[in-house]
């Protein structure tokens, strides 16, 4: 496979005649590539929920698509009863997860697009709400792009740089955020090593960061979660990427269960930790991260997927949050599609997109 072959992959898109959303099922890679179809409301809500669809940015795509398939079958006869199916669909769609707020975001832009047109005929509102999912997905590419590029003025020829989850093309559009340096680096003749954390429990790590990186030709060791610390230690780490579901305005980030035990790793090592955040990630209704909900998933997680036989006893309890929250003094700098955001996060931030909040 080429670099282009992994960087522009087709991870969510809508069909050809615009019914249905069209993604690769992530749960089952990388031992298979399978696409779906989809367009009832319980098959679009059940690929955010068992993560067939998943990356922040990727879900607030795939929801965009996915309501405005949902809109485009009404058979509502005026506006309020077209705008009550919507919001129906849209409060289902975004009970999906909780934590990345892309999905949340993208939903209530496609509710605005409705709300800006309804002095307009049904069908013209459905036209505007296919050319906003069409503009939330072509933006996020020139987020993915231009943050990829950012990425570069923080790294040398032959860094080692670690990762923790897939913050990658799948997660995304194109280059990816925490992966999309290193696959533009590359392009551009640069080497870097990459070493994958696996990402206990769903593996995103070892199942999807691997796979592109190895698929891309990018020099890459996968290792387990508790191996972060050695390979630290052993100097072959010079920065930490990764991605994010939610930044606070302080900074705050969650992302994925176990990101903050790499901060704290690497600041021990005194190794640089960077999130790299597309704009759409950041949330200023969250002052900081005990604001955020951390969404937590079902046990079987941890005690069965993946294993031939339950690796516990049934009755074991079990604690499964899906995120954790890295403090904003754990992170080096939060690259984001305008720039690089360094401490304070409250002023950095809000410098480049105070215009949001
Ligand atoms: O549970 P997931 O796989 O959806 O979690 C995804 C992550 O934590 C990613 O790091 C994050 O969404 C950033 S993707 C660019």
């Not at 707020?101 to 709300?115: F, P």
């Not at 990101?259 to 790793?265: F, K, P, Y």
């Not at 005690?303 to 499964?320: D, G, Q, R, S």
């Amino acid at each position: 496979m080429s670099i282009e072959s992994v960087t522009h992959i087709d991870n969510v898109k809508l069909s050809e005649n615009g019914s249905a959303v069209v993604i690769i099922d992530q749960s089952l890679l990388p031992n298979e590539t399978v696409y779906l179809t989809l367009d009832k409301a319980e098959d679009l809500w059940e690929a955010i929920y068992s993560l067939r669809v998943r990356g922040a940015p990727a879900i607030g795509i795939f929801a965009a698509y996915a309501i405005y398939v949902l809109s485009a079958r009404t058979k509502a006869e005026s506006f309020e009863e077209f705008y009550a199916e919507f919001s129906k669909n849209r409060d289902y769609l975004d009970s999906s997860r909780p934590t990345a707020v892309n999905l949340h975001t993208m939903l209530w832009r496609m509710d605005a697009a409705v709300r800006e047109n309804r002095e307009k005929k049904i069908p013209e509102i459905i036209a505007a709400l296919k050319d906003e999912a069409l503009k939330i997905h072509r933006e996020d590419m020139d987020m993915c792009r231009a943050i990829s590029e950012y990425g570069l003025e923080l790294v040398k020829d032959g860094f080692g740089i670690l990762t923790h989850c897939n913050a990658g093309p799948l997660a995304t559009s194109r280059y990816g955020t925490g992966l999309g340096t290193i696959f533009l680096g590359k392009e551009r003749g640069m080497e870097f090593h990459a070493w994958v954390d696996e990402t206990r429990p769903l593996l995103q790590g070892a199942r999807l960061t691997s796979y592109e990186l190895q698929k891309a030709g990018v020099d890459c060791t996968l290792i387990c979660d508790n191996m972060a610390s050695i390979v630290m230690k052993e100097g072959k780490i010079n920065a930490c990427f990764v991605g994010c579901d939610r930044v606070a305005a302080n900074g705050d980030t969650a992302n994925k269960i176990g990101t903050s035990g790499v901060a704290i790793l690497a600041k021990h090592y005194g190794i640089p930790f960077y999130v790299f955040c597309p704009s759409s990630t950041i949330d200023f209704d969250c002052k900081t991260g005990a604001d955020i909900k951390i969404e937590e998933r079902n046990p079987d997680e941890i005690k069965t997927k993946f294993f031939e036989k339950p690796v516990a006893l049934p009755e074991v309890k079990c604690y499964n949050p899906a995120f954790d929250v890295t403090d904003a003094d754990l992170i080096t700098a939060i690259v984001t599609e305008k720039g690089i955001c360094r401490a304070p996060y409250t002023e950095s931030l809000a410098a480049l997109f105070g215009d949001r909040k």
